[in-house]
């Protein structure tokens, strides 16, 4: 197999109905491995739970958002894989982001399944501390990235983090590299922090099969963030994680968003290639002012459209991953 070929969507489908802006189909990817689109009220529209179907029991990869609709969606894919719900034994969270994460509460209520995240992410959610996430000393801190008061109010009236708290909590804190407790399967954690900082990702080593997460997907490039009490150099943790997948680069991956594909290498080449693009952009900004803030840079910036006219969720994901470049260059590139 040729490592460096191109990148290919492996399911037709699923390709397609990105390309239509629809819902995919329930994917079989393998025989005991399924794909199931959990719709998402979010331009992305859905997020992939993946089930394991094996002897030791099923395990579901991410299972979404919750809500009725996403829970028919869960629903409808055991059945397609003629899985029975109580036949679940575990659920496995990539990141602490509600579209990969809201519908595990429930759904381990209803099957008594344990519930896995990455152990980095579990210890930088026990570190959000309540008072720091209020949202006057969140304004404190876009106020600190240059935004004006106002809209430093603003952003901090949208951040999540707080909501991040009231979750169940999970069972099983994974380590990286460790084997899930699934019996007589080899899925390996991989932690690649970046996307948030305690992200994983899953290799199936008998299917070759990447579950990637957030952090890798075919066509979008991953949002980071300086995120409070995470890693100084989240962009630079990103890197890292895109480096650490190489060995893996034979793997069919099976991204949350989008489309599966092989070409694991020639994907990993263009999100850095791109990243090292904005890296540049970012520091021709502020080549004559080297005290630039986040906001400075950000309003400077090339967007999809123009920052100005950016909601204000929007506005304060590009301040934040402005801010991860800005600390980036500061930090690695000094
Ligand atoms: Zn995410």
Redesign the pocket.
Known sequence: MNAMRELVPTAAAQAEAWARRALPPVDRVRPDVWAIPVPLDLPIRFTYAYLINVAAGAVLIDPGASGPEAEAALDAGFAAAGVPLDALRGIVVT?Y?F??WEGADDLAARTGAWIGIGEHEQQWIDRLDSDQLHADAAAVRFRAHGAPADRAEAFAAVEDYRFTRLHVEPTHRLRDRALLPVPGERLRVLWTPG??PGHICLYDEKRKLLFSG?HVLPRIT??VALNPFGSPDPLGQYLGSLEALLPFADAEVLPAHEYRFSGLHARLAQLTAGIEERLDEVAAATAGTPDASAWDIARQLTWSRPFESFEVPSQRMALVESAAHLAHLRLARS
């Open positions: 990141h982001h579209d990969h996307h948030s957030d991953p949002h």
